[in-house]
């Protein structure tokens, strides 16, 4: 009997372990069921503010980005895209990167990325025709690392690609304009060094080829100086009284030669008025302009002048009216301050240029047909000059042409508060 209670005794230690472990384990459950939870609910929330982050920057990434797989199926496409890529609605239902963008060479990227197992990247830039804009992007494919996966990201470069080949016609024409009359200066010199000084006046006629040459690299070098100040933001504006016909009487008579060998008509509707404003910009868009219908109308031609101050609602309607076939440079800030207007058209019956070309007029060393054209001489820097001042004053222009229907130019100069209506009589300005 005596081992009785000490069986008892041990049940009694079992079933206290047994209760124990029984209280541990169900603890231990618990809390790792409730850190479980806890932990996941957190991670999952975690994740989901992280991806909702990364869409939100890829959503507005300027850069457009879409994810493809081996198939060329779209598994992400962000809506710079539609931006860098399309013009047309963004076609989220477009389920094929071929379909998506149906530029050739991009499309051959891809394939070249999917294809070739030693290439990882590939990068080009592509231009190609948007509606009836030039386009032009960077293109960039690669396989996401460790995946069936492959990126696409296009950067529109448009605009670098614009300046670059700007800049490129820039070298390219500038070497062309010195390097012309500074050849003909050499010739000439060495002509005369070789004998012809003897004849007196064979010498005077080559000087004066010198001089003539030497003249023209002189206002290739001021063109240049005056574009290159308004666009840097240097030039000053510098306010004068400014007498509307006699200036315009002052710049045609730096034509009066041309005029008359042509035997070009000018037809003049000018009014009396005197206004405040950069005398010399105002007279050197009007240089720039009588030059170009001069230079550009045939013989027996008609020009048409007119200049005068224009109320406000005079210029906004005529701005409304511009057809669709004239091309508009507006700068007006359309503020209520500004009541009167200088306004100056001039219209000939020259040569005239096509739509496509006078959408391009403005840009430096633009001229229609430079290439093969050597019977009007010039840099294309005239207009380019006129657009920038435009800017500069806050003023408009309108251009309106065709190929052979002549040309028309009219722009409009705000007269701000430093406008002052001085009545006709009162004193000129200095020309
Ligand atoms: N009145 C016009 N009629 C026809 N074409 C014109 C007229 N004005 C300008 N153009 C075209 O626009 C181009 C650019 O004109 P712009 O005045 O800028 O240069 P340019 O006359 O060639 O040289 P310059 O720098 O000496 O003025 C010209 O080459 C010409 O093809
Ligand atoms: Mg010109």
């Not at 503020?335 to 430096?364: P, Q």
């Not at 657009?387 to 028309?408: I, P, Q």
């Amino acid at each position: 009997m005596n081992g009785l209670p000490v069986i008892i005794a041990l049940i009694l230690i079992l079933s206290l372990f047994i209760f124990f472990l029984y209280i541990f384990l169900q603890k231990k459950i618990y809390k790792d069921i409730l850190i479980k939870k806890f932990l996941t609910k957190n991670t999952i929330r975690e994740y989901e503010k992280q991806i909702n982050l990364y869409l939100y920057i890829l959503n507005n990434l300027s850069d457009g980005l879409t994810i493809v797989d081996k198939d060329k199926n779209i598994l992400f496409v962000n809506p710079a895209f539609k931006d860098n890529v399309r013009s047309a609605a963004f076609p989220y239902s477009i389920k094929k990167f071929e379909f998506l963008i149906r530029n050739f060479e991009i499309n051959s990227l891809v394939d070249n990325i999917i294809n070739k197992d030693n290439l990882d990247s590939i990068e080009k830039r592509v231009s190609y025709f948007d509606k009836a804009n030039e386009k032009t992007v960077n293109c960039k494919v690669f396989k996401i690392k460790d995946t069936e996966k492959y990126a696409v990201i296009v950067r529109d470069v448009t605009y670098l690609q614009k300046i670059e080949n700007i800049r490129a016609t820039f070298i390219q024409n500038i070497s062309h304009e010195v390097k012309t009359p500074i050849t003909a200066i050499m010739g000439f010199v060495e002509t005369l060094k070789n004998g012809a000084m003897d004849n007196h006046a064979t010498g005077i006629k080559f000087l004066d080829i010198i001089e003539h040459h030497t003249k023209r690299l002189n206002y290739l070098i001021d063109d240049l100086i005056t574009l290159t100040k308004i666009e840097t933001g240097r030039a000053q504006i510098k306010l004068e009284k400014i007498n509307i016909k006699s200036s315009v009487e002052h710049s045609l008579s730096l034509f009066e030669k041309e005029i008359k060998e042509k035997k070009i008509d000018i037809v003049k509707n000018i009014g009396n008025g005197l206004f405040i404003s950069d005398f010399s910009k105002i007279n050197q868009i009007i240089i720039n302009l009588i030059q170009n219908a001069v230079k550009y109308t045939e013989k027996g031609g008609i020009i048409k002048i007119e200049g005068s101050i224009q109320g406000a609602k005079t210029v906004y309607n005529f701005i409304a009216g511009v057809e669709e076939a004239s091309v508009l440079w507006d700068n007006l800030s359309r503020a209520e301050t500004l009541k009167e207007f200088f306004f100056f058209s001039i219209e000939d019956t020259g040569i005239g240029v096509s739509y496509t070309n006078l959408l391009r007029l403005g840009e430096r060393f633009f001229r229609v047909n430079s290439s093969h054209t050597t019977e009007y001489k010039g840099t294309g820097l005239g207009l380019a000059i006129i657009k920038h001042t435009l800017k500069l004053l806050n003023g408009a222009a309108v251009l309106k042409s065709s190929l052979g229907n002549g040309f028309m130019f009219t722009f409009m100069i705000p007269l701000s508060q430093d406008y002052i209506n001085i009545k006709d009589g009162e004193q000129d300005a200095p020309l």
